[in-house]
């Protein structure tokens, strides 16, 4: 079983919103910082938004008033609502959990959940 499970992508009309879901198995998931990225064709996979595990957010410029993070650390779970998509959403969305100490750096990813803006 996948550590990070992500869902919830699909195909919107501009304007229109999607909330993803990632669910986390076999960790302890309170203490991971859990993160969104999204990454288009041809482009750099990028950070679209963190959150700590003290609920600490944080968010790229170009989703900031559109997209909101959230976790439910009793279901091991974080979301990304996002709100107003615009055609240059379109990427496979990724969900990564981390925790860093000095002396381990536990870092996984999710198998990805397309999102596709199109009218």
């Known amino acids: 079983q996948e550590t990070l499970v992500e869902s919830g992508g699909g195909l919107v009309q501009p304007g229109g919103s999607l909330r993803l879901s990632c669910v986390a198995h076999?960790?302890?998931?309170?203490?991971?910082?859990i993160s969104w990225h999204r990454q288009a064709p041809g482009k750099e996979r990028e950070l679209v938004a963190a959150?700590?595990?003290?609920?600490?957010?944080h968010y790229a410029d170009f989703v900031k008033g559109r997209f909101t993070i959230s976790r439910d650390n009793d279901k091991n779970a974080a979301y990304l609502q996002m709100e107003d998509l615009k055609p240059e959403d379109t990427a496979v969305y990724y969900c990564?959990?981390?925790?860093?100490?000095?002396?381990?750096?536990?870092?996984?990813w999710g198998q990805g959940t397309q999102v596709t803006v199109s009218s």
């Open positions: 990564r959990a981390r925790w860093s100490t000095a002396f381990r750096d536990d870092d996984y």
């Open positions: 959150i700590a595990g003290s609920g600490i957010t």
């Open positions: 076999d960790l302890t998931f309170n203490i991971y910082s």
